[in-house]
């Protein structure tokens, strides 16, 4: 759906009607700075401010846009973690519907991370089985451990499990404590045993995250998890089904750089400064957003056309 948007030029078409906006507010204030003669009513301050704060507004919406669209095209980096034994290779294996991980009742089987890629109610999900987290005196293990906390340094979403048929550890605490600050969904695990996690243990332990209690061995629980997988990527980014995401990391650099320029000239205007001076950081907004749409082509385009092409001889 997002691709046939951006074929049928939704994005374009936003961009377009933007930069007419812009355009309309820039076109006013340069006559009545450039034309005084012909007293041409200049925008009061506080009407160019929320000129430019209405176009900004639009733009920040697009940037917005973005982080699902990076997902949408690269896929959410989806870290299980946890110390050992707690079934994440188990919930892996559950999520593919194959058997991708080796799973034993012995502490430490997964030595080394396996990555996979998983469509989960249409958004991709890169996701990581890794090595239990705990203090070890086997090299291979370590190793595996180290590999763990890189990839949880880079990780979009962590799914970190519990065992509901164990007691919450140190380890358990310490591990949860020592997470990156990402979004992070609380999986316990094993529900199809007898509980010996008390349920306030995991809720004090959550805290405002979310909790799934699942079953990895009976596939229960999963349909919430997928649920909570979905609100934690989606909503934040306000969707809706008619909505397209900007999945281009060039388009996201020229807004980036239109909303620079933008928060420039509201700057200079909230600091008193005459118009003329905010027009510069206007133009340059409407220069980048022109990267978008074609209307605007950079000088080191221009030199790599001529440095590649026969062109005017």
């Given at each position: ?91 892996l294996n559950a999520l593919l ?199 605007t082509v950079s000088d080191e ?12 001889k």
């Open positions: 759906r997002n691709a046939s948007s951006q074929l049928a030029g939704v994005l374009s078409q936003r961009i377009a009607q933007i930069r007419r906006d812009l355009l309309d507010f820039l076109a006013q204030a340069e006559a009545a700075i450039d034309y005084p003669e012909d007293e041409i009513e200049v925008m009061p301050p506080v009407r160019a401010v929320e000129s430019i704060q209405t176009v900004l507004g639009e733009i920040e919406g697009l940037l917005a846009s973005a982080r699902v669209g990076k997902i949408l095209r690269e896929g959410l980096r989806t870290v299980i973690a946890g110390r050992p034994n707690v079934g994440k290779s188990s919930l519907g194959e058997d991708r991980a080796l799973v034993t009742e012995i502490p430490g089987t997964t030595r080394d991370s396996i990555e996979e890629y998983l469509d989960l109610r249409g958004i991709p999900l890169r996701i990581v089985d890794t090595a239990g987290l705990r203090d070890s005196d086997d090299r291979i293990e370590q190793l595996g451990i180290q590999r763990t906390r890189e990839f949880l340094s880079s990780a979009a979403l962590i799914l970190f499990l519990l065992d509901a048929s164990r007691p919450l550890t140190n380890e358990d605490i310490e591990t949860f404590a020592s997470l990156p600050p990402v979004p992070v969904i609380i999986v316990v695990n094993k529900m199809d045993l007898p509980q010996l996690l008390d349920s306030a243990q995991w809720q004090q332990l959550a805290g405002a995250y979310t909790v799934v209690p699942i079953s990895a061995k009976e596939r229960t629980g999963f349909v919430e998890l997928e649920r909570a997988i979905e609100r934690l990527v989606l909503e934040g980014a306000g969707w809706n089904s008619e909505m397209f995401f900007v999945s281009n990391a060039r388009h996201y650099e020229s807004l980036d750089q239109a909303r620079t320029s933008l928060l420039s000239a509201l700057t200079a205007l909230r600091d008193g400064l005459p118009l003329d001076c905010a027009t510069i950081d206007l133009r340059a907004a409407l220069a980048a957003l022109g990267q978008i749409t074609g209307e385009i221009v030199r790599e056309i001529f440095a590649k092409f026969c062109l005017g």
